[in-house]
T-cell receptor, first 113, second 115 residues
Framework: KQEVTQIPAALSVPEGENLVLNCSFT??????LQWFRQDPGKGLTSLLL?????REQTSGRLNASLDKSSGRSTLYIAASQPGDSATYLC????????????FGKGTRLHILP | DGGITQSPKYLFRKEGQNVTLSCEQN?????MYWYRQDPGQGLRLIYY???????QKGDIAEGYSVSREKKESFPLTVTSAQKNPTAFYLC??????????????FGPGTRLTVL
């Protein structure tokens, strides 16, 4: 059974610092991995989607990497800003017939002004 | 504007009542999903539908029911059989349920509270 783990559960860093969020998954048989952002009381917004054949994706100050063989992904945020404060969720789409994605519990990020 | 709408934003239910949460999308997406989110938890799949007039149970379907009579709409009913329904409910859609490379788009959510 695929499980997705995100560590740490919460993180506070001063504004301007670079930071890394971690995601691990137990079964490497995945189609893709995705990072989402969720603001309090809101829906999810897709940040980056990495196909299983890819190693990384970049969007602005965000860079996500994927090491499928080791079951790990990282989300790198450069030059953090207070507006980056949110919960970041990692999700994988397993290689099975079911149309499902499996979510981690998220990392709650707080950028200190 | 294209997107997914959920209504109401907040919903209060008395014990023993059924309530229906609305989800509408104008993205022309084939697949639609319902998730439940509890504090500090990831999303758990309740039901999903890949095409009109067809839907499948997710991981926590007990106490919930859905219908998919129109491509644009995927309402979720929380029945009195759901013992702990207080949660944040998120609806999502995806272009095609059969493809693997596209993302899910999420609505703004409905917060359900049982009084």
């Amino acid at each position: 059974k695929q499980e997705v783990t995100q560590i740490p559960a919460a993180l506070s860093v001063p504004e301007g610092e670079n930071l890394v969020l971690n995601c691990s998954f137990t079964d490497s048989a995945i189609y893709n991995l995705q990072w989402f952002r969720q603001d309090p009381g809101k829906g999810l917004t897709s940040l980056l989607l990495i196909q299983s054949s890819q190693r990384e994706q970049t969007s602005g100050r965000l860079n996500a990497s994927l090491d499928k063989s080791s079951g790990r992904s990282t989300l790198y945020i450069a030059a953090s800003q207070p507006g980056d404060s949110a919960t970041y969720l990692c999700a994988v789409r397993p290689m099975n017939r079911d149309d499902k994605i499996i979510f981690g519990k998220g990392t709650r990020l707080h950028i200190l002004p | 504007d294209g997107g997914i709408t959920q209504s109401p934003k907040y919903l209060f239910r008395k014990e023993g009542q059924n309530v229906t949460l609305s989800c509408e999308q104008n993205l022309n997406h084939d697949a639609m999903y319902w998730y439940r989110q509890d504090p500090g938890q990831g999303l758990r799949l309740i039901y999903y539908s890949q095409i009109v007039n067809d839907f499948q149970k997710g991981d926590i379907a007990e106490g919930y029911s859905v219908s998919r009579e129109k491509k644009e709409s995927f309402p979720l009913t929380v029945t009195s059989a759901q013992k702990n329904p207080t949660a944040f409910y998120l609806c999502a859609s995806r272009l095609s349920g059969g493809k693997t490379h596209d993302t899910q788009y999420f609505g703004p959510g409905t917060r359900l509270t049982v009084l």
